[in-house]
């Protein structure tokens, strides 16, 4: 794993030379180590045949391979490297090269308009050494590599628990509650992702059962910390699945007042393109749901197709933007226009805004520019098992203000 700049090796593409120096010395100023260059697609090929790069830097506009071609050989060879797009052209232009690379399935880090400045370079080689850590969360596994019949046991078991991610407010960084994430810690395979086995779940019959299980874990969790006097409210995921079934509000009225719980301290959240498939189900079990007082959210907007008319017949309280769009305006300056109408629409719709997966200290200022209302993601704190999250609580939230307001 890459842990500095200095670790990283980097490949320069421009066919001037001028702006190829350039950039070079951009590159060596930051301590990159291994410095490659080329001044067009086919060297650029080459130089990628005989050695491992991290990171390409790419101009659109050269003759013999253009930086579009060239994108894509890079992406038809599989090559494990991540690319900044540059050009002289317009913003818009350059974005949708990136959209096109992405879709190839590029890691891109960020496009930008020429000339590149030193701390826009800097900014995203950090992002990408932040990007390549990430990988330590819970791996993907395979979906042949843990089965149906190895979920059903650990549910049996109790193998699955949740782990707590802090949801911040932007005015003065209070805890306004936590999301509870699934677990599953296996015996053998190590930790197993959500979003690997909500899905085996769903496509064995086993969602409803596994919320059911999740859901009673979430609220003694909750229980226990009012009985500490921490009243934060607790958010949890909500299968597009469960939303059909008839029985669901009832169920959670009744789990709710059993376990003491205020359901106005509860917010169910909601994937957007739930929204699209059962339409009907899918709002009447979310009306009843507000009705009893709980709170409902659309989870990872900006992903899906909803659009603003769909948004407004859902009877929401909260719209979370998805990590790719708080993370995109930073990295492309021009995207942060759909980021401001995105929070515009949801403030229309007297919607709370919560920006999800903010990584880095540019995502969060821009957010407060924005005037966003919650934060959350790693910046601010990982998702915790209930231990960790107590110590948090008491400690790690008031050094996290103190840091802030240094900044
Ligand atoms: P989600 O609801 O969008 O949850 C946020 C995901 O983003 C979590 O991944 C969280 O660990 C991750 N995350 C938080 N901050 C950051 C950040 O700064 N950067 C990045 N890159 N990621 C961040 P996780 O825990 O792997 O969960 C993945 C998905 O699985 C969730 O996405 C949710 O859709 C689903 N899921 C998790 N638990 C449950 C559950 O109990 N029930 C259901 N139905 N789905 C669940
Ligand atoms: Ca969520
Ligand atoms: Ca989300």
């Keep these: 794993m890459k842990s500095a700049i200095s670790d990283l090796s980097v490949l320069v593409t421009d066919d ?4 190829r120096q350039y950039a070079k010395e951009l590159c060596q100023d930051l301590g990159v180590s291994s410095l490659y260059d080329a001044a067009n697609g086919v060297d650029a090929l080459e130089v990628l045949d005989a050695n491992s790069v991290d990171v390409i830097l790419i101009d659109l506009e050269m003759p013999i391979m253009d930086g579009v071609e060239l994108i894509r050989s890079i992406a038809q060879k599989k090559l494990n490297s991540s690319v900044i797009i540059l050009s002289a052209k317009d913003p818009i232009l350059i974005a949708s090269v990136g959209t096109m690379a992405e879709a190839d399935g590029l890691h891109v880090i960020g496009t930008f308009q020429k000339p590149l400045l030193a701390d826009v370079l800097q900014c995203s080689l950090l992002r990408f050494i932040q990007d390549s850590k990430v990988s330590a969360e819970p791996k993907k596994a395979n979906d042949n590599e843990v089965t149906a019949l190895e979920l059903s046991e650990a549910l049996a078991n109790r193998d699955l628990t949740l782990a707590f991610q802090p949801k911040l ?3 003065g960084l209070l805890l306004r509650g936590v999301e509870a994430l699934a677990r599953w810690r296996h015996p053998t395979k190590g930790m197993i992702s959500p979003a690997v086995f909500i899905e085996l779940a769903e496509r064995h019959g086993m969602i409803d059962a596994l919320t059911h299980y999740l859901l009673e874990e979430a609220f003694k969790h909750k229980r226990s910390w009012q009985q500490y006097g921490l009243r934060f409210h607790l958010a949890f995921n909500l299968s597009p699945l469960s939303l059909a079934d008839a029985d669901l509000v009832d169920w959670l ?21 739930a929204l699209l498939g ?44 998805d990590r790719s769009l708080v993370h995109s305006a930073a990295v492309r300056p ?5 980021l401001a109408s995105t929070v515009d629409l949801a403030k229309n719709l007297k919607l709370t805004t919560v920006a999800e997966g903010v990584e880095t200290e540019e995502d969060y200022k821009i957010l407060l520019d924005l005037g966003v209302d919650l934060v959350q993601g790693y910046y601010f704190a990982k998702p915790m098992f209930p231990d960790d999250l107590l110590a948090w609580v008491k400690t790690g939230l008031s050094q996290l203000r103190k840091q802030q307001e240094h900044k």
């Design 16 to 19: 001037s030379l001028t702006q």
């Design 169 to 171: 407010t932007t005015q």
């Design 253 to 273: 009225c009744k789990m709710a007042n059993d376990y003491g719980i205020a359901p106005a301290e509860v917010t169910f959240e909601v994937t957007e393109n």
């Design 278 to 321: 059962e339409l009907a189900s899918a709002i009447r079990t979310l009306a009843r749901l507000r009705l009893k007082g709980f709170h409902i959210a659309i989870d990872d907007y900006g992903t899906g197709f909803a659009n603003a008319q769909q948004l407004s017949r859902v009877p929401a309280t909260e719209l979370k933007i």
């Design 334 to 338: 021009q995207q942060k226009t759909i």
